[in-house]
Structure formats: structure tokens, C-alpha cells
């Protein structure tokens, strides 16, 4: 299994123009979420999914779509990419039992 | 206030040194988890916890609920185990959703 995996490693957007960061997932979980990490501050929940056709906010929704058409996949997406949204963005995992949760290796996003 | 709560934020030690992490919390919650992030970024699941203790090689990983305190134990530490531990928890009601500490940068020097 590749577990998570996320696209692009590394990304730098102008101010204004959109994109997707890709997630995907392999182990056939129900519970996907994206979360970004700033200096100084815990992992924030952006957007959540319990499983495909359905996806919920997190903290942090403002300037972020997402969609769960499939199980595997949960992409997030930029509408206007803004100097705010510079961070480091992780998507995770996790079936339905409530134990370990499985992280992708992270997208490191700047804005300029 | 945050809801979760780690010290120390940085933690230096010689090798060979048992060291501890500590966490608080605040609500009430259904389990905690301990995860590693790796100096390249990658994060590790290494505990899940709702009561007790577990125990995974060098790592130990405690809870106290009516105290509202975990502990994350490592004996004779590793310079390899130099990372940052992050304590998440899993609120009651709050179904998949994980609330996260701000995280304890350990550096172990040889």
C-alpha cells in the first residue's frame, strides 16, 4: 500500500491565481481531512469528509473548497490563493475505528 | 487558552537521558494520541490512547483522565529520536475531528 500520498511536495502561487492540491488514499479509509501547520501553532483542521458525497468544515475553512467523489481521493482546493495561505498543508486518514490516523508527507505552499 | 496544552516546547538532552513530554487538556475527550513529525516533515501516528498505558520499544505513553494529563515517555534516548511530539486529542462528540497541541521540539545530542 502507498498509504497517503499528496501532490505537489512543494508549490509557489501569485497572489490571485487558484489550484488543487491533490490527496489520495489507498487503504479504503471512510475519514479523510486536510489540515495546515503553521509556525507556533497545532495542525488546524481545514475541511473534513466521512466518507464519499459528504464533507464538512474544520476551523479554517475560509478560502478552500473540497469534494469527496470518490473514496480515495480528497482534493483541496484554492479559490484565490492569498499571502495568508502560505503554510505547510497535510492531508491524513483513518477507517472507521477510531484508532491510528495516517498522514500524507505534506505540501509546502508559498503565496506571494 | 488553548484547549491542548504541551511542555516543554523545546527539550535538549544528552544521549542515554530519559526524557518526558507532558500534556494537558482541558474538555473532555474520547482518546488521545501521541504522533511524532520527522525533521523532513513526515508525521507518525505512535500512540492512541483512553486509559492506562502503552508501550512500544523505547516509547511509553500514559494517560490520566480525571487529571486530564498524558505523559510520552522515551528511555535511553536516541540522537535518532530528535523530532518534534505533537499530542492530539479526540473530543467527546466531536466525531473524527482531532484537536492539536502546538508540539515539543526534542533535539538528543550524542
Known amino acids: 500500500n502507498a498509504g497517503v500520498t499528496q501532490t505537489p511536495k512543494f508549490q509557489v502561487l501569485k497572489t490571485g491565481q487558484s489550484m488543487t492540491l491533490q490527496c489520495a488514499q489507498d487503504?479504503?479509509?471512510?475519514?479523510m481531512s486536510w489540515y495546515r501547520q503553521d509556525p507556533g501553532m497545532g495542525l488546524r483542521l481545514i475541511h473534513y469528509?466521512?466518507?464519499?458525497?459528504?464533507?464538512d468544515q474544520g476551523e479554517v475553512p475560509n478560502g478552500y473548497n473540497v469534494s469527496r467523489s470518490t473514496t480515495e481521493d480528497f482534493p483541496l482546493r484554492l479559490l484565490s490563493a492569498a499571502p495568508s495561505q502560505t503554510s505547510v498543508y497535510f492531508c491524513a486518514s483513518r477507517g472507521s475505528s477510531y484508532n491510528e490516523q495516517f498522514f500524507g508527507p505534506g505540501t509546502r505552499l508559498t503565496v506571494l | 487558552k488553548n484547549e491542548v496544552e504541551q511542555s516543554p516546547q523545546n527539550l535538549t538532552a544528552q544521549e542515554g537521558e530519559f526524557i518526558t513530554i507532558n500534556c494537558s487538556y482541558s474538555v473532555g475527550i474520547s482518546a488521545l494520541h501521541w504522533l511524532q513529525q520527522h525533521p523532513g516533515g513526515g508525521i507518525v501516528s505512535l500512540f492512541m490512547?483512553?486509559?492506562g498505558k502503552k508501550k512500544h520499544g523505547r516509547l511509553i505513553a500514559t494517560i490520566n483522565i480525571q487529571e486530564k494529563h498524558s505523559s510520552l515517555h522515551i528511555t535511553a534516548s536516541h540522537p535518532r529520536d530528535s523530532a518534534v511530539y505533537i499530542c492530539a486529542v479526540r473530543r467527546l462528540a466531536s466525531g473524527s475531528r482531532l484537536t492539536f497541541g502546538e508540539g515539543t521540539q526534542l533535539t538528543v545530542n550524542p
Open positions: 490512547l483512553s486509559s
Open positions: 487503504m479504503n479509509h471512510e475519514y
Open positions: 469528509s466521512v466518507g464519499a458525497g459528504i464533507t
